[in-house]
């Protein structure tokens, strides 16, 4: 690579001028410079200065085996020397989509052992919007085409995924969303459970905005329920556990199919394979993409449960949908050596019995204590720390999602890469960190609090 011929001002100035960035206020960026990322090894990414910084994200949620691994490099230059690119329309296949196909069917929940693939999660939802409505149109039913989600979910931002979601921000910028989706209140009971009212039972009542959703419409108007198992992007939202259970409940009594956004929580994150399993509940449709390759090469796959692929192939004809790279070889190369390490090093038995529960415990016995902190929770290696002015009645700092950005700065500064969302701090590192990793993310992440708790409060 050539950059190193280049100092970080010529960079920043260089990005300021020709790079659109997502999710950025552009004047803000062009303000400050962009923090230049140029090199990463094992958890830890580097800056064009040299800075270490242990990497509490995965890069966005996507580098599962952490960085550096040279099998996957590998296997993409296999595969582009004897086969960059083909596509696999028009009764076209190659080998490795074929044999990835294989592989997700063995470890999904059983009934979902068919796969189409894209390049980004939002184009999966997209492609599971489509699949879900002409489910309904090829079923006689072209007016169930309603689709329920929930305020503050993240889909993606295509048009359809930010239809889907629920930020406010982003349907404001929309100038239109997709008709016909509606959202419902997400199962957040830091802030929506009643005084008084236990987990269980607001896991129920979350679930029950649902059914009335679904009643209000009529059943029949009804196509689907989308959710993330746990909302990431809106603050690592865990739901308790009567939420999902009573959500499959109501979606099999309408008949609305029920439609999993994995594409976050896919691939070990919660110490399943997919959260469907670590929540006892099979749902129709799992969009997944992310650490389908560790993030090594963007490719999305939406695993298409058997009732909705059999009257798709029994009655569907040509299914007008796809994209160029759908099935690309190259990323699906990359993503079945992925699975491969992922399996060969026991990652998601490892989360499930040893770093997942040394996580919790981290961040409820060394976290939570903190005066900024009014709650913790994980799942897996999924987890949130809620940041409060005051512990004991939860106010916030104001405006509302500024103390955050004060703690995630500090915390960066102190080589620390978390993220914050709201009035919430969250993490999704990479499933390779260890109890020793996790111990030393606590050490910063503690320096951060402190640092940002007193600047807080000299304000
Ligand atoms: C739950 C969920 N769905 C969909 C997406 C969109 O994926 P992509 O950015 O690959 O389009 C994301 C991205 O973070 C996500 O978190």
Known sequence: ???????????????????????????????????????????????????????????????????????????????????????????????????????????????????????????????????????????????????????????????????????????????????????????????????????????????????????????????????????????????????????????????VLLMLDEVITGYGRTGNWFAAQTFGITPDTITTAKALTSGYQPLSALLVGDRIAATLVEKGGEFYHGYTYSGHPVACAVALKNLQIIEKEGLVERVRDETGPYFAKALRERIAPHPLVGETRTIGLMGAIEIVKDKDTRERFQPGGSAPVVIRDHCIANGMMLRATGDTMIMSPPLIWTRDTIDMACERILKGLDLAEAELRRK
């Open 1 to 255: 690579m050539t950059y190193q011929n280049y100092s970080l001002k010529q960079l920043q100035a260089i990005d300021a001028a020709h790079h659109l960035h997502p999710f950025t206020d552009h004047k803000d960026l062009r303000a400050a410079g962009s923090r230049m990322i140029t090199r990463a090894e094992g958890p830890f990414i580097y800056d064009s200065e040299g800075n270490e910084i242990l990497d509490g994200m995965a890069g966005l949620w996507c580098v599962n085996i952490g960085y550096g691994r040279t099998e996957l490099a590998e296997a993409a230059y296999e595969q582009m020397k004897e086969l960059p690119y083909y596509n696999s329309f028009f009764r076209c296949s190659t080998p490795t989509p074929v044999l990835l196909s294989q592989k997700l069917a063995e470890i999904a929940p059983p009934s979902l052992g068919q796969v189409f693939y894209g390049s980004s999660g939002s184009e999966a939802n997209d492609t599971a919007v489509r699949l879900v409505r002409y489910f309904w149109q090829l079923e006689g039913k072209p007016e169930k085409n309603r689709i329920i989600s929930r305020n503050m979910a993240y889909h993606g931002s295509t048009i359809t995924g930010a239809s889907l979601g629920g930020m406010s921000g982003m349907h404001g910028q929309l100038g239109g969303a997709v008709p016909n989706i509606v959202h419902v209140m997400m199962p957040y009971a830091f802030e929506l459970a009643l005084p008084g009212e236990s987990d269980h039972a607001f896991g129920l009542r979350a679930a029950r905005a649902i059914e009335e959703a679904i009643l209000e419409a009529g059943p029949e108007n009804v196509a689907a329920f989308i959710g993330e198992p746990i909302q990431g992007a809106g603050g690592v939202k865990i739901p308790p556990a009567s939420y999902w259970p009573e959500v499959e409940r109501i979606c099999r009594k309408y008949d």
